[in-house]
């Protein structure tokens, strides 16, 4: 088992050096001027090496949020009550210790890995492929049923878009001092909405749903 411990740990640290470097590299030069061999070359593994860790180019960008991929499931997989309570304590909390994910966050570091993602069209078509799975992960924990897809995809586009809606606020020079009480205001508002048009009358999914 410690051996075990041990591969996965160190493959790990792979992924992170890797993912590391290869964000260094393109937040300087730009994501479409860096190549794969680049940042192969930069990491100190062959080429064949890094594909093996990330299928896509756009993967080593990606990996420094795959920790939250499938997040809205486990929130709700883990909560006792409405699925949209769980998720509205969720993301409030994620407001209050300016998680990145909510866009509340203005580390300079934070907001240049956000320009880099959201300004360069292959990594938003894939960070939407991860969102797809997200959704579907969700729809699965509220039933899996049409009802509950429809559920899902409403939840996580009010997450996602109060999430773009801080970081628009935050990349324009706004302090998260300043955009922090809009933004729980209207993720209250936000939820408020979720909560009601998914009311037990209309039998979704994300009412139905029990632990």
Request: no cysteine.
């Amino acid at each position: 088992m410690s051996e075990i411990g041990l591969r996965e740990r160190k493959k790990q640290r792979m992924y992170q050096v890797v993912s590391d470097i290869a964000i260094r590299l393109f937040l300087e030069r730009g994501f479409d001027a860096v190549s794969v061999a680049e940042v192969a070359a930069a990491a100190e593994i062959s080429k064949p090496t890094l594909f093996r860790y990330f299928p896509a180019k756009e993967d080593l960008v990606l990996y420094r949020i795959a920790d939250h991929e499938g997040e809205a499931a486990r929130v709700v997989a883990e909560a006792e009550g409405e699925p949209v309570d769980a998720l509205r304590r969720h993301f409030l909390q994620g407001l209050e210790r300016s998680d990145p994910v909510t866009g509340l966050n203005d580390d300079p570091r934070v907001l240049a890995f956000h320009g880099l993602l959201y300004g360069t069209p292959s990594l938003v078509a894939r960070a939407h492929t991860h969102q797809e799975r997200d959704e579907a992960a969700l729809a699965e924990v509220l039933g899996g049923d049409l009802d509950a897809r429809l559920a899902a995809g409403q939840i996580m586009a009010v997450r996602r878009i109060l999430a773009m809606e801080n970081w628009r606020r935050i990349a324009a020079g706004e302090r998260v001092a300043d955009v922090r009480a809009d933004a729980v205001a209207a993720a209250e508002r936000a939820f408020d909405r979720l909560a009601a048009g998914l009311s037990p009358g209309r039998e979704s999914g994300a009412t139905r749903h029990r632990t």
